[in-house]
């Protein structure tokens, strides 16, 4: 049954704990192949509206909804000029006519808001400046198939930019009970209304500048310096996070069954090197792979419940 029907999901705060159990449990089920002859959402169709470039998050949304039964119609921004050649509003107003979910990668967290406001269908965050919340389903769905789903207390350690995904991370150890720790230069904490989050649900996240934080962690995990939308910061940003980089010898300090994570592309040269992605340690591909299990189970939830209305 589907428990987050008719429901947007801009933040990983939109979920309950209970109700990201049922979507983790969905997500493993369905990389079982339990679903494999199951057509939940035969009929329906998911706009996926693009501001910025994507390989996983394109691919694995579109072949997610052919693999559900479903339809899904790639918008990229030269097509549909959100904001610009039309209102946000209206854009919202039309595609709600035709198609059952809107996913959308976009620059501001506002944007997608700002959709969800004038769309009565489910809206999916696929990335903005502020979070990136179908990206760490994939990451503790990963997670979970290493230490189990009693996460409670699990080291999770992010070193890099605080940004769209450092946040997020913090939204799931709110619901999860991981221990998150977030190490970035100083300048480059995460955002200040998602520490807040944490706060308001008494949850300690550690912030620090120091690398010595890493050591012993279950879950190594860094982005790029240089997120879409920055690069007139590259130089400035390069020179702030030198030594913030995760190499091979960085992941022999974390715990000996620890893993590393990433949720690519990477910037090999500056946060990492392609012998970190090679390590025996490292998880990226899987995590990559649970993208798609993971946002199948997702769009179930959202709009599984919906019938075909044509
Ligand atoms: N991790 C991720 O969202 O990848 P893409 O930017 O390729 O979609
Ligand atoms: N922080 C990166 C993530 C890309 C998936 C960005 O926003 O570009």
Same mark, same amino acid.
């Given at each position: 049954?589907?428990?987050? +029907?008719?429901? &947007?999901?801009?933040?990983?705060?939109?979920?309950?704990?209970?109700?990201?159990?049922v979507v983790m449990d969905t997500?493993?089920?369905?990389?079982?192949?339990?679903?494999?002859?199951?057509?939940?959402? +035969?009929?329906?169709?998911? +706009?996926?509206?693009?501001?910025?470039?994507?390989?996983?998050?394109?691919?694995?949304?579109?072949?997610?909804?052919?693999?559900l039964g479903g339809h899904a119609i790639t918008l990229s921004n030269t097509e549909i000029g959100l904001?610009?050649?039309?209102?946000?509003?209206?854009?919202?107003?039309?595609?709600?006519?035709?198609?059952?979910?809107?996913?959308?990668?976009?620059?501001?967290?506002?944007?997608?808001?700002?959709?969800?406001?004038?769309?009565?269908?489910?809206?999916?965050?696929?990335?903005? &400046?502020?979070?990136?919340?179908?990206?760490?389903?994939a990451?503790?769905?990963?997670?979970?198939?290493?230490?189990?789903?009693?996460?409670?207390?699990?080291r999770v350690v992010y070193i890099g930019d605080g940004n769209n995904l450092a946040n997020s991370h913090i939204h799931m150890g709110i619901l999860t009970g991981t221990e998150v720790t977030i190490v970035t230069p100083v300048g480059y904490e995460p955002n200040a209304g998602v520490l807040m989050d944490a706060v308001r649900a008494g949850v300690n996240v550690t912030l620090t500048n120091d690398l010595a934080a890493i050591e012993g962690a279950d879950v190594l995990y860094t982005d790029v310096w240089?997120?879409?939308?920055?690069?007139?910061?590259?130089?400035?940003?390069?020179r702030a996070f030198r030594g913030y980089q995760v190499t091979p010898a960085m992941l022999d300090t974390i715990a000996p069954d620890g893993i590393f994570l990433h949720c690519l592309p990477a910037h090999y040269g500056e946060e990492?090197?392609?012998?970190a992605t090679e390590h025996p340690k490292s998880r990226v591909f899987d995590q990559a792979e649970n993208r798609l299990h993971a946002q199948k189970a997702l769009m179930y939830h959202l709009m599984g419940n919906l019938k075909p209305r044509w």
């Open positions: 049954r589907p428990v987050l +029907a008719g429901r &947007d999901f801009l933040s990983n705060l939109d979920m309950s704990v209970a109700e990201l159990r997500a493993h089920s369905m990389k079982r192949g339990e679903w494999r002859e199951v057509k939940p959402l +035969a009929g329906l169709s998911l +706009a996926l509206v693009f501001e910025k470039a994507s390989l996983r998050t394109r691919t694995t949304f579109d072949v997610g909804m052919y693999q904001g610009t050649r039309e209102r946000v509003s209206d854009v919202a107003r039309n595609l709600e006519r035709w198609v059952d979910g809107v996913m959308g990668r976009v620059y501001l967290q506002q944007t997608l808001h700002e959709l969800a406001d004038h769309a009565s269908i489910p809206v999916i965050n696929g990335l903005s &400046d502020m979070l990136h919340p179908a990206q760490l389903l990451d503790y769905q990963t997670i979970e198939e290493e230490f189990g789903t009693d996460l409670r207390g699990r240089i997120s879409m939308g920055m690069e007139a910061e590259a130089d400035i940003r390069r990492t090197v392609p012998e």
